[in-house]
């Protein structure tokens, strides 16, 4: 087991996390850390300062109303599974992430900035075109989720931002989807994952998002899955273009090829699914 003696800044307010992170650029910041102290148990992250974030009041929890909901970027799996506002899908996503002590402890903001392309929830903030809240002692503003990771495990937060929220919008016309395929039905970590959304207006689709992760170093929209799908009824047709758009990689968990047939599978299963409900 790796100890360490880091020092520990505690912040109970954002005002005194960006001030903190301000004045402590080498911390590390943990909030559920679940995936954090995976990384310093190995010996891969060595810790200088850390900045726990754990409890900081105002960055928990959920608040729905006309406008949207926000999620605080500490609030963690299981309130999501539980929440009544939370679209199915994403609660659905709630309750795939590890087992009940990781979905107790761990929180949509350390799987967000975590930005790793095997993270649950990555495709479906894409699918939901999510907005990430973030903030400095330089003020804040909002960073949309197709421009939040920028490469493998590498996001759009400036050294000294937090990400304090995530707003997502929900539409009566929406039909949203999540699928995770892993070895096993829990603990299992991604080989690939399908956020979907499809706006249907008078029979036809008017917007499309189809999001994955687990195939590339990034979670990806297949944009041109997407225009095919629009200005029509649902074609499962659409999934015929997925092996165009990916390149995944053969790694330990799966190779490239199963990679593409299971996305191309559940992408078409679930268009035909909801065809078959129109
Ligand atoms: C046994 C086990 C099973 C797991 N199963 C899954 C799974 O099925 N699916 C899955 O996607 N993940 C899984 N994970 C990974 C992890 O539990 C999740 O990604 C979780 O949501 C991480 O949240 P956290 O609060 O613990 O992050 P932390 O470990 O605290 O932080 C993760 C990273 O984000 C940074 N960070 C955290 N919050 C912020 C913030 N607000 N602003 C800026 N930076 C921040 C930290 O500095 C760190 O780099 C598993 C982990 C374990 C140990």
């Known amino acids: ?14 005002d005194e996390a960006l001030r903190l992170r301000a004045e402590h650029p080498d911390a590390t910041i943990i909030a559920g850390g679940t995936d954090l102290m995976v990384f ?7 810790l200088i300062e850390v900045l726990n974030i754990w409890g900081c009041e105002g960055m928990s929890g959920i608040e729905a109303n006309e406008k949207g909901i926000r999620i605080g970027a500490l609030t963690t799996w299981a309130e999501i599974a539980r ?10 996503c709630a309750n795939t992430v590890g087992a ?7 929180t949509v903001g350390g799987n967000i900035v975590n930005a790793s392309p095997a993270g649950d929830s990555l495709p ?22 197709s421009d939040f990771w920028v490469g493998y495990r590498k996001t759009a937060l400036e050294a000294d931002e937090l990400l304090l929220a995530i707003h997502i919008q929900t539409d009566v016309r929406d ?26 207006e008078n029979g036809i ?27 029509k009824a649902i074609d499962s047709a659409a999934a015929d273009l997925v092996a165009q758009e990916i390149t995944p990689i053969d790694d330990i968990r799966s190779t490239a090829e199963y990679r593409t047939s299971v996305a191309t599978r559940i992408i078409r299963s679930w ?4 065809a078959g409900q129109q």
């Open 40 to 46: 310093v148990e190995g010996g891969a992250v060595q």
């Open 100 to 106: 009940a002590q990781i979905q107790n402890r761990g």
């Open 271 to 274: 268009l035909e699914s909801e």
């Open 1 to 14: 087991m790796h100890t360490s003696n880091a020092p520990v800044w505690t912040a109970n307010t954002i």
């Open 83 to 92: 929440h009544p506002s939370m679209p199915d899908a994403l609660r659905e």
């Open 175 to 200: 039909r949203l989807y999540y699928r995770k395929v892993g070895t096993r039905m829990a603990q299992a970590i991604s080989k690939v994952m399908l956020g979907g959304r499809l706006r249907i």
């Open 124 to 145: 479906l903030w894409l699918a939901l075109d999510a907005e990430m809240e973030v903030a400095s002692i330089r003020g804040s503003r909002r960073i949309k989720a």
């Open 205 to 231: 689709v008017t917007e499309a998002r189809v999001a994955l992760g687990s195939v590339a170093a990034t979670p990806i929209r297949l944009m041109t899955v997407e225009s095919s799908l629009i200005g």
